[in-house]
């Protein structure tokens, strides 16, 4: 499936994905503008509180392809005429990386992980307590199954330490999202969740997307060999 479609294309589902554009492709917000750099073209979507006319006017400035799109990391040269239409150093720009995740992908750590697709690691980790990081209302939803998976996790010590869940999922594709324990962390627990978590997909879009500077979670999709697509770069008001 992923075979048939081009990379800049794969950045428009998943922007589509986190997002959830609305029926006029716009984005919900708090972004005022996203644009994906693939090596094989750019993508971009306004938020819905852009007026028209200058929403018209970001969106022709992105080029569907480009013969020499920048480096991973490299800003593309609309991304500067765009900021000054919104606002010029009013506008906050982050960005980071994209990855693709196709099923199955495999951690080279050995560890027992929990799955939402067992009734008994279900029960398992509704006996543990909550991670002191995740809102109680969020775990609810997260351990009922009714925001949040499939999803996998490893507990040690009676605690769970790490967890990779659907931060963000519609019927085309979803958006892997991540938390390890700070004590817990390089021992290989994300990229064997992770892997978990893809194993549950069928028939859709898995995607995986960080911040420049998160170097360890860049370093999870590193060690599952997972597929670089892009760059998403933010721009907020």
């Known amino acids: 499936m992923t075979d048939e479609v081009h990379d800049v294309d794969l950045l428009r589902i998943e922007l589509g994905v986190i997002w959830r554009l609305d029926q006029r492709g716009r984005l919900p917000g708090p972004e005022t503008m996203v644009i994906g750099v693939a090596s094989d073209g750019l993508t971009a979507a306004v938020a819905g509180h852009v007026p028209d006319d200058?929403?018209?006017h970001l969106l022709s400035r992105i080029p569907p392809v480009t013969p020499e799109p920048p480096p991973p990391g490299v800003p593309p040269g609309v991304l500067a005429d765009c900021r000054e239409l919104l606002g010029g150093e009013r506008v906050t720009v982050t960005g980071g990386p994209s990855y693709l995740v196709v099923p199955p992908v495999q951690?080279?750590?050995t560890v027992e992980v929990l799955r939402s697709d067992s009734?008994?690691?279900?029960?398992l980790v509704r006996s543990l307590p909550?991670?002191?990081s995740w809102e109680e209302d969020e775990w609810g939803r997260l351990t009922d199954l009714s925001a949040g998976a499939p999803w996998a996790m490893v507990a040690e010590?009676?605690?769970v330490v790490s967890i990779c869940h659907s931060a963000r999922l519609t019927p085309v594709g979803a958006e892997a999202g991540t938390w390890t324990s700070p004590a817990y962390r390089g021992r290989g627990?994300?990229?064997?969740?992770t892997s978990a978590w893809a194993d549950q997909f069928s028939g859709i879009h898995l995607f995986y997307s960080t911040s420049a500077d998160n170097h360890s979670s860049q370093r999870v999709a590193?060690?599952?060999?997972l597929r670089p697509l892009g760059w998403l770069w933010h721009l907020t008001t």
């Open 157 to 159: 010590d009676g605690h």
């Open 119 to 123: 009734a008994e690691h279900v029960r």
């Open 54 to 56: 200058l929403a018209t």
């Open 107 to 109: 951690a080279d750590v």
């Open 222 to 225: 590193h060690r599952l060999g």
């Open 189 to 193: 627990h994300a990229a064997a969740t």
């Open 130 to 132: 909550r991670p002191a």
